[in-house]
Structures are given as structure tokens and as C-alpha cells.
């Protein structure tokens, strides 16, 4: 202390070698993503399911091609067979295979259910994050918007997305991607106000990170488990969605299918031939159940809090 | 207080007015004709069109609607001729309000019930039985556990009666239907934000202060607990109570829910019109008491 005094000489002073400049953070996103998978994997019910899903998926890329019937293909001789090898889920009003039309269904309902959800993520967390980040004027415009979309009826929307485009498939998609992100934003935009006054985002704004950084690093990792558990519910949202547009006949149009489609008609045919509901409606039970399951999973997987 | 909810109302009044306007453009761009039909010549039509106001420009069509909005007039329906559009609501809204609130108090009770107990005993088989209850609620579409139960417990077992909306009987079915979906996302929802209270400070320090568990889940986590259920129940609410399509078709109940559906199809603009702000209304009634709620529940949040 008392030799304080003595110059230290500049040479001395070097860049500690072998140092990354930037180390600001603790885990690389790799480490996050292989993390995230360790923890899913030790979820049995959520891996079970994962496996169902790609089952179902694979069913409905595979079943239709190695089929012998297509979904167009009638047989007056053959209406309403018992599910048999032949037919292995029977035959419908008009001689159709069900097994056919239920994977070909699933090609549409699960596309739908996928494509509208994801899209609706992208669009949900953009503007939630705008919303949540920017606040003030910005936020109260955005979220009057959002309560305004909710109450303008659905099917108005779904109306006009038909006349813009042809009816099908990718009207459907777009119906549902572009009025049912609301939900997502609203969510993210509570996450992000939340986390705004947490220490640790605090924390690394007063170390100099700025907004890129900040939500890369600590606003992604924090709102991705409530993100993941929303997606599951518009996935599940779109494919009821369509099965309830189905069901007043906006939905697919003949001869395509789908599952909301076939239940519909299960519906109608059940007390006779209760196998027509029950294929379509076991189909789609399970896709739901697969879904929420993996979706509970991929929450606990990602969730910052529960991270050892 | 009183300052907040004449903002509250500002705010409320300028959404519908947006939201009024921004459905009737979009109403007019959806092609179709509402007076469309095998029998109905040109003539017939251009004449319902102007006994409508149809003919006149648009843009004063828009304000002639909107100042008989403003004093509560909804005006005719198109397709159910001779009737006005607040007679049909009045007439159908308190079937589907008496079917809703019925599915509501009992899928809110079910609900936390379910969700407390599946919490309190988590990763025991009360947990697991509770949490399979949940998805297979989540689900199922309702139009097929209505049409299920209707086989069920009316065609094939007849203890119900099949449809129709008369005397109690009448309403176990739907209303059982209807808050099915409901039940499940309160169940859900309330077990997760139970899970997240256990390990909350004030908890360990109830149990820290020697009380026992059923004073700590009473006092403490139940009340906070209820927050994100509260969030969610806005919309669901609104949604419940207005009426659904497929639980009043298939148990002909003659509510209000069939009407979103067949306005649409029939394209009755001013059904559709009418529809759509009593929903919205309801809506942002719905939000706005919730937000009262919270500061019930919550007295750290002071409504400002």
C-alpha cells in the first residue's frame, strides 16, 4: 500500500489472451437447443406422443399413395362395408374407402392446423413484442386493434379471404392466420411488459445490451414457453376451426377431404355405421391429444426457471 | 376511480364505432345478394332493394345506419321479413344466455375443482386421471360429444329428452356440451398457476408461520392462483353466453348462436351488423368487468 506511488508501465497492460471480448453471456444457443431436446427426451408421455404424431404424419403421406382406392373413387355395389381387410375402415354412402379419405383428410387438417399456426406465431410475436416493447400510443393502437379483430365475426373474414382467392385450402389457411393471432400477441405482449422489470433484464441493460440483445437473449428463452403452449392450442383452434366450417359446408370442397369433413358426416351416419365417426373422430382426438401432450413437454423443456 | 371508467367508456364507445364501421365495408364486399332466390325476378329484387334503401349510394346507406346505431336501432332483418333485428335478438338472446350461464357456473366450478385437486395431489394418480379428463375435454369437437350424448342418453337410453329447450331436463344436455371445452381450459389453467404458487415466498412463509395446509391453500394460493383463469375468461365468457352454433343446432335450442351462422349464409347485412356489435358490446363488457375483478382479487393493483 505505501509503495502505491511506483508507475505501473504501460507494457503491462495486454488484453488477457485466450478471453472472448464478449462475455456477457453464460450459455450458447446451441447449448440452449440441446438442452431443451435432453429435457424433452426424459418426458415419456411428451416423446410418446411425438412419436404418434410422425406416425400419423407418415400415414398421411404414405396410406394414400400405397392405397388401392383413391377418395373420388365410387362403388354403388359396395356402400356402407364393415370395416374388413378389403376396405380396413369400411366403406362410406357412395362406396368410398374410408381409410383412404381418412389419410388424405389428414394431409389437409394437419397441413391447415400447422401452416395456420405457424403463421399466426410469426404474426402474433412480432406485434406482441412491438406492442410490449414500444408501449404508450404504439401498444393502446395495437391492442384496440386486436380487441376489434376478435369481435368482428369469423366467418365475414373467412367470406372475403374466399373471394380474394379461390375457395380451398390456402383460403382457409390464410383465414385463420390472419384473424387469429391476437390471441399469441396478447400473450407475448404480457410476457415482455412482465419481463421488462425483471433484475435480470435490467441487469444486462445496464451492462450496455441492447434491444437485438436483449430480445434474443432474454425476452426469446423467457416468452418461447408460453409461445410453444399457445401454438399447440391454435393448431388444435385450426383444425376444429376447419371441422366447424366443415360442419356448415364453407369448409374443403368435394371430393377433397378432411377430418372435420368426415366426422361431420360420421356425425350424420352414426347411428347405422358408428365406424364412419369413429376412424375420423379417434384420428382426430389423438392428433389432439399428441399435441397438448408434446406441448406441455416442449414448455417444461424450454422453461428458463425449471433449467438445472 | 370515476376517472378511469369514464376513460374506460370513451375508449369503449370509440372501438364500437370502429368496429361498426370497419364490418359494414367488409359486409358489402362479400359477394352474394341477400335477396337471392329461384323465384325472385329482377324486378322484385330492385324493388326490395329500394324498399330496403339498398339502392342508395353507400356511403349514406353507412350514415343512415349508423344514426339509428347510435339511438339503438339495429334496424330490419333482410331475411326474416317483417321482423327487427333487436325483436330477433331479444327474442333468441335469453335461450342462449339461460344455456350459458348454466354451462358457465358449472364448467367454472368443475373446472377449478378439477384443477385444485390435480394440483394438491400432483403426480399422483388423482393428478393423472384429472389431467387425461382435461385433454379428452379439450379434445373432442363438440358437435360430436353432442351428437354422442344425444344418441346416448336420449335415442338409445332415453332418460333425456332428445331436443328442444323446455323444462330442466331439457337442459342438462347442452349445457353439459356447451361447457365441456370450457371446463377443461379452467381446469388447465388453474392447476398450472397452482403449481407456480407452491413455491411462491409468501406461501413458504404461510408455512413457515406454523399454518396448516387447508388454511395456506384457502387464504393464500387459491386467491392469487385465480389470476391467469380470471385473463382468459373475458372472451370465453362473451363467447359462451352469445350463443353456439353447433350445441343449438343439434339440441334445437332456439338461442341466438344460430343466428351468427345463418345471418351470414343468408347474408341479412343488418342481422350480421346487429350481431356483431351486440357481440362486441358483450365483449368489452366482459374485459372491462374483469379488469374490475383483478382489483378485487389482487389489492395491490389499483385501477388507474
Known amino acids: 500500500m505505501t509503495d502505491a506511488a511506483e508507475p505501473i508501465p504501460p507494457e503491462l497492460f495486454v488484453p488477457d489472451p ?15 437447443w440441446a438442452d431443451v431436446w435432453r429435457r424433452f427426451r426424459g418426458n415419456r408421455a411428451a416423446m410418446a406422443s411425438l412419436s404418434v404424431l410422425i406416425l400419423l404424419a407418415l400415414l398421411a403421406i404414405f396410406a394414400p399413395i400405397l392405397s388401392h382406392y383413391s377418395i373420388a373413387q365410387t362403388d354403388l355395389f359396395n356402400t356402407y362395408k364393415r370395416p374388413s381387410f378389403v376396405h380396413f375402415f369400411g366403406t362410406d354412402g357412395l362406396g368410398r374407402d374410408v381409410w383412404t379419405q381418412v389419410w388424405m383428410g389428414a394431409r389437409i387438417s394437419l397441413t391447415v392446423g400447422l401452416t395456420a399456426a405457424l403463421i399466426q406465431m410469426l404474426i402474433g410475436v412480432v406485434i406482441g413484442c412491438i406492442s410490449g416493447l414500444y408501449g404508450g400510443r404504439v401498444d393502446m393502437f395495437l391492442m384496440r386493434t386486436v380487441d376489434i379483430m376478435i369481435a368482428i365475426p369469423f366467418l365475414i373474414w373467412v367470406s372475403l379471404v374466399v373471394i380474394v382467392l379461390k375457395p380451398g385450402i390456402v383460403s382457409i389457411i390464410l383465414a385463420f392466420a390472419l384473424t387469429q393471432w391476437t390471441e399469441i400477441a396478447r400473450l407475448v405482449r404480457g410476457e415482455v411488459l412482465k419481463l421488462q422489470n425483471t433484475e435480470f433484464v435490467i441487469a444486462s441493460q445496464s451492462m450496455g445490451a441492447g434491444s437485438w440483445r436483449l430480445i434474443v437473449r432474454h425476452f426469446f428463452p423467457n416468452i418461447l414457453p408460453v409461445v410453444i403452449v399457445a401454438v399447440t392450442f391454435q393448431i388444435t383452434n385450426a383444425i376444429f376451426g376447419e371441422a366447424f366450417l366443415s360442419y356448415i359446408g364453407l369448409g374443403i370442397q368435394e371430393p377433397l377431404t378432411s377430418w372435420g369433413k368426415l366426422v361431420a358426416a360420421g356425425v350424420r351416419e352414426m347411428r347405422g355405421n358408428p365406424y364412419m365417426l369413429i376412424f375420423p373422430a379417434i384420428a382426430i382426438s389423438l392428433t389432439m391429444l399428441a399435441l397438448q401432450l408434446i406441448g406441455d413437454g ?6 428458463p426457471k425449471l433449467r438445472q | 376511480m370515476l376517472r378511469y371508467i369514464i376513460r374506460r367508456l370513451i375508449i369503449a364507445v370509440t372501438a364500437m364505432f370502429v368496429l361498426a364501421t370497419i364490418t359494414f365495408f367488409l359486409l358489402r364486399l362479400v359477394p352474394g345478394d341477400p335477396f337471392a332466390g329461384p323465384r325472385i325476378t329482377e324486378v322484385i329484387k330492385a324493388r326490395l332493394r329500394a324498399h330496403y334503401g339498398l339502392d342508395q349510394p353507400l356511403i349514406d346507406q353507412y350514415f343512415i345506419y349508423m344514426k339509428h346505431l347510435a339511438m339503438g336501432d339495429f334496424g ?34 368443475m373446472g377449478l375443482f378439477f384443477g385444485i385437486v390435480s394440483a394438491l395431489n400432483r403426480g399422483r394418480a388423482l393428478d393423472s386421471l384429472t389431467v387425461i379428463l382435461v385433454l379428452v375435454g379439450i379434445s373432442v ?25 323446455e ?12 361447457s365441456l371445452a370450457t371446463m377443461a381450459n379452467v381446469a388447465r389453467y388453474m392447476r398450472a398457476s397452482m403449481l407456480e404458487i407452491m413455491t411462491a415466498d409468501y406461501v413458504k412463509m404461510a408455512k413457515a408461520k406454523g399454518l396448516n395446509r387447508r388454511q395456506i391453500v384457502l387464504r393464500h394460493q387459491l386467491r392469487n392462483a385465480l389470476f391467469p383463469v380470471l385473463t382468459i375468461m373475458g372472451p370465453v365468457v362473451a363467447m359462451v353466453l352469445t350463443g353456439s352454433f353447433v350445441i343449438e343446432t343439434i339440441f334445437a335450442v332456439p338461442g341466438l348462436g344460430r343466428h351468427f351462422v345463418l345471418s ?12 356483431t356489435i ?6 368489452i363488457a366482459m374485459n372491462f368487468l374483469i379488469d374490475v375483478l383483478y382489483g378485487l382479487v389482487d389489492p395491490r393493483i389499483r385501477l388507474s
Do not use: C
Open chain 1, 298 to 303: 416442449l414448455r417444461d423443456a424450454t422453461d
Open chain 2, 264 to 275: 351470414m349464409q343468408n347474408l341479412d347485412y343488418t342481422m350480421v351488423m346487429g350481431l
Open chain 2, 278 to 283: 351486440f357481440f362486441g358490446a358483450f365483449l
Open chain 2, 167 to 178: 323444462s330442466f331436463a331439457h337442459t342438462i344436455m347442452p349445457a353439459f356440451a356447451l
Open chain 1, 18 to 32: 485466450g478471453q472472448p471480448v464478449q462475455s456477457l453471456s453464460t450459455a450458447e444457443p446451441q447449448e440452449f
Open chain 2, 76 to 109: 330490419y332483418s333482410l331475411a326474416k321479413q317483417g321482423h327487427s333485428v333487436n325483436e330477433i335478438i331479444r327474442e333468441a338472446f335469453p335461450y342462449s344466455l339461460d344455456l350459458g350461464l348454466r354451462a358457465l357456473v358449472f364448467a367454472v366450478i
Open chain 2, 141 to 165: 369437437p363438440s358437435f360430436v360429444l353432442g351428437g354422442i350424448l344425444q344418441y346416448y342418453f336420449a335415442v338409445k337410453w332415453p332418460i333425456l329428452p332428445v331436443a328442444r329447450y
